[in-house]
C-alpha cells in the first residue's frame, strides 16, 4: 500500500531582512511537529537540501525590489498551489518602501561610488502588486502563534481564524493603561491591525504599526487625534511611514498629512 505524500511546503526570501523566516524557525518544538505532517522541500533559511517543486504552500518574505525579482516571483506562483506572503515587506512593500516617495536614483548616487553598476526599481512594491496572494500574513517580524494558525488550518483544509481588529482591543485584553488617555502619548494603536500582543503599549509606548491597518481604519479621526496632541505634521508623517509605509492606509494618512504641510 502505497504511502500518501504529505504536502510540500516552500519558504522563499525577496527584499527584506529575514526576521519572518527566522519566526518560522523560532516555532521549535511546533516546528517538529508541522514537519511531521508537512514536508519542508524548499528553505534555504534552514537547510541547503532542496526538493524541486511543484509545491503545495508557498511562504514568501520579502518586497519586490528589482527586476529579477519581479521575474523569480511570477516563477514561484507558477510552481505554487497556495501563496501566502508574511510580513511587511511582502504584504506592503516594508521599511524599504520609502524609496517610493523618495528619488532612488539620487540615493543611489550618494550612496555607491560606482552607482552606474546598481540595478534596482525606484520602487518598492508588495508580492500582491505583481501576482496573485492566496493570503496575506502581516506583521513585523509576523506573529508566530498567527504563523501556527496559519499552517495549521492549511493542513486542516480550513479558513485561518486571525484577527483584523486593533492593538487597542488587545490593551483592553491585557489590562494595559491607555498611554493615550493617561499619558497623552502619540499612539497608532487605534487604527493598527493587533498580532503583537500590544507590547509597546504595555511599556508605555506607543504603538508604531508593526502590523498595518486594521480591518477598518478611522484613519481622519486618528490624524485630527494626533494633531490634538500637537504632534507636527512632518512627525506624524513620519510614523505612518515606518513598517507599513505603502499600505493603502498608512499611504494615503501621510500623504495627506504632507499636503498640509509642517507646522
Known amino acids: 500500500m502505497s504511502i500518501p505524500r504529505r504536502p510540500r511546503l516552500a519558504v522563499w526570501k525577496f527584499a527584506s531582512c529575514d526576521g519572518c ?19 519542508i522541500a524548499n528553505f534555504r533559511e534552514a537547510s541547503s537540501a532542496v526538493v524541486e517543486g511543484p509545491y503545495d504552500l508557498s511562504l514568501v518574505e520579502g518586497s519586490v525590489t ?4 519581479v521575474r523569480r516571483i511570477k516563477e514561484v506562483r507558477a510552481e505554487s498551489r497556495v ?7 511582502a504584504t506592503a512593500g516594508g521599511v524599504q518602501a520609502l524609496r517610493n516617495f523618495a528619488d532612488v536614483e539620487e540615493f543611489t548616487r550618494a550612496v555607491y561610488a560606482h552607482p552606474e553598476y546598481i ?22 517580524p509576523i506573529s508566530k502563534a498567527q504563523l501556527l494558525e496559519l499552517v495549521s488550518a492549511y493542513l486542516g483544509g480550513r479558513v485561518p481564524n486571525l484577527p483584523n481588529e486593533s492593538v487597542c482591543l488587545e490593551c483592553k485584553r491585557r489590562g494595559n493603561v491607555c498611554v493615550v488617555v493617561a499619558r497623552g ?5 487605534p487604527v493598527t491591525q493587533t498580532g503583537c500582543g500590544a ?11 508593526c502590523f498595518g ?10 490624524l485630527r487625534h494626533l494633531d490634538y496632541l500637537g504632534m507636527p505634521h512632518p512627525e506624524v508623517q513620519r510614523v505612518f511611514r515606518t513598517f507599513n509605509a505603502f499600505a493603502p492606509a498608512f499611504r494615503a494618512a501621510s500623504e495627506a498629512v504632507g499636503e498640509k504641510g509642517g507646522k
Open 213 to 222: 491597518p486594521q480591518g477598518s481604519p478611522n484613519i481622519p479621526s486618528m
Open 21 to 39: 523566516q527566522l519566526s518560522v524557525l523560532d516555532l521549535e518544538d511546533d516546528l517538529l511537529a508541522i514537519a511531521g505532517r508537512i514536508e
Open 185 to 189: 502619548t502619540p499612539c497608532l494603536g
Open 199 to 209: 507590547i509597546c503599549p504595555a511599556y508605555q509606548r506607543g504603538c508604531y504599526g
Open 119 to 140: 540595478r534596482t526599481l525606484a520602487t518598492s512594491t508588495p508580492i500582491a502588486d505583481h501576482v496573485s496572494v492566496d493570503f496575506e500574513l502581516r506583521g513585523c
Open 66 to 69: 528589482t527586476v529579477e525579482d
Open 83 to 89: 501563496l501566502v506572503t508574511i510580513g511587511a515587506c
